[in-house]
C-alpha cells in the first residue's frame, strides 16, 4: 500500500530545518556572509528533479545557493548507478574535495542518490573518502534537514543505507527549481520491471505513483508560477496508478493536467513500450497541450536480445505501435534509448538493432555501451561481450543513426517552428538556443528573451542542431 510520509514526520522534519538554520545563520555572523550549498548533480532527470528538491531544503535551512563547489560550505554530490562511467565521474569529483576539506574543516560533503544506495559503495565511501560527512540513499532524500542536524549537532559521520523496501511518498518537500519556465513533475517513483542490465530498481525501490491530487496540485502551482513547459517523469509513466486506482491511469493523468487552464506543453518520460498503449497514443493526440514527442527506448532490434533483457516486447510489436503513433501524430518527434554489447548479442542481433534504426528512422537516440552492473541478472551472463567489440560496434550505430538524424533535420529547412528560447546559446554567445514543442533544439539569432518564444524559420540543419533566424511575422508557423 502506497502511503504518504505523514504529516507529523514532514513537521519533525520543518523543526530540524529551522534548527539547522538558526545554526546557519549563526555562522554565518560569524563568517561576516551568508553560508553556500552548491549540488553536483549525475544522471537522469528525475536525479535533476532530486537535486532541485535537495537545493530546495538547504534554501529554506538559510544556504545560499552557489554554483562553484570551491566557495560551498556545503556540497552534495548526487549520484547515478546506471553505468560505471557515471559511478566513476561522481568518485573522482568527491576524491577532488579532500582538498577543499583540507582548506576548510567546517566544509560538509555529502554523497546522496543511486550509487550510494548499494551498500558495496556505501562502504566504499565510509572507508575510501573519510573526509566525507554524510552518505544518504535515494528513499532518504527528505530527511536532509534531520541528517544535516545530526551531523552539525553531533560531529559524526552518518551512512544511510536505502533499505529497499521504503514505499513511502513525501509530499510538500521545498524545491528550488533550477529555470522559471521549464520544470521537472515526477508522478511516481520507482521502477517493478527488473530488465535483466539495470540497477534502477534495486536502487530506487519498488514502483510507486503519486496520487492523483498530489500531482494536479503541484501541476496547477507551477502552471501559476509562470511554468511553460513541464516533463512528468517515472521509470515507467505508463504503468502510472498501477497498485492505486482501478479504473484512472497514465492517459487520464495526462488528460487531467491538458485541462488546467494555461499556455504550457506537457511531455513526459519514460514510456516502456510493453505498456505503451493506443489509448495513451490517441490520448496525445487529442491533448492540445501534450507535445508531439515520444521517448520510446527500444534497447534492441533483435527479439531474442530483447527476451534476454526481459523487455516483453518484440521488434514487430514495437513497430506497430510506433506506426499507430505516427498516423495519429503526424508531426511527431521520436526518440529512443539503444544499447549494443549485452552479453551474448551477434553480430546478426546487432545488425537488427542497425536495421531497426533504418526502418524506424529516429530523431535522435541516446546510446549506450553495455556496462556491467552489480546484483543484476546480465551481469552473471557468461557470454560478455570483449570490450573492443562492444566499441566498434557503438561506433557503427553512431555513424549510422547520425546519418539518419542529420537526414531528418534537413527536412525542416525553410520551415518555420515555434521555439521556446533558452537565452544564449551555451557553444556560441552570439545566438539564442530553444527548443521546439517535439525537443528539437535550436539555435538561431534575432531577439526574444529566455522564457519566451520565438517563431524561427530554419535555413540550415545540423546533425543535432537546427539553425535559424526569428521569422518575419505571417510566415506560416509549421509548429513542429
Ligand atoms: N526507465 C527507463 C530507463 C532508465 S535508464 C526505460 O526503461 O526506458 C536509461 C537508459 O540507460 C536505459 O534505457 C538503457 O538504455 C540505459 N542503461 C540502463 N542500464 C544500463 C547498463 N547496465 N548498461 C548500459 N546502459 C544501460
Ligand atoms: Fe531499468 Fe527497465 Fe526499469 Fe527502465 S524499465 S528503469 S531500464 S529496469
Known sequence: ????????????????????????????????RALRFCVVTYGCQQNEADSERLAGMLYSMGYEKTETDADADVILVNTCAVREHAEKRALSVTGQYKHLKEKNPDLIIGVCGCMVSQEHRLDDIKHRYPYVDIVFGTSYLWRLPEILYRRLSRRKR?????????GNIAEDVPVLRECGYRAWLSVMYGCNNFCTYCVVPHVRGRERSRYREDILKEARALVADGVK???????????????????????????DINAIDGDFTLRFMTSHPKDAT????????????????LHLPLQSGSDGVLRRMNRHY??????????????????????????????GETEEDFEATLGALRDIRYDMVYSFIYSRRKNTPAAEYEDQIPEQIKHERFERMLQLQNGIGFEINRGYVGKTVRVLCDGESKNDPSTLSGRTAGGKNVCFTGTCAAGEYADVKITEARPFVLCGETAEKGDKNDDI
Open 229 to 255: 513547459d513541464i516533463t512528468l517523469l517515472g521509470q515507467n509513466v505508463n504503468s502510472y496508478g498501477r497498485g492505486l486506482y482501478e479504473d484512472y491511469g497514465f492517459p487520464e493523468l495526462l488528460s
Open 314 to 343: 518484440t521488434l514487430d510489436s514495437y513497430k506497430r505501435l510506433i506506426d499507430y503513433a505516427r498516423e495519429k501524430i503526424p508531426d511527431l518527434t521520436l526518440t529512443s534509448d539503444i544499447m549494443v554489447g549485452f552479453p
Open 278 to 293: 493506443r489509448k495513451l497514443i490517441d490520448t496525445m493526440a487529442s491533448c492540445e497541450k501534450v507535445a508531439p514527442q
Open 1 to 32: 500500500m502506497i502511503q504518504r510520509i505523514s504529516e507529523k514526520e514532514l513537521e519533525a522534519q520543518r523543526e530540524y530545518a529551522e534548527k539547522v538554520k538558526t545554526a546557519v545563520s549563526a555562522a554565518g555572523s560569524e563568517k561576516g
Open 158 to 166: 552518518l551512512f544511510l543505507l536505502d533499505t529497499g523496501d521504503d
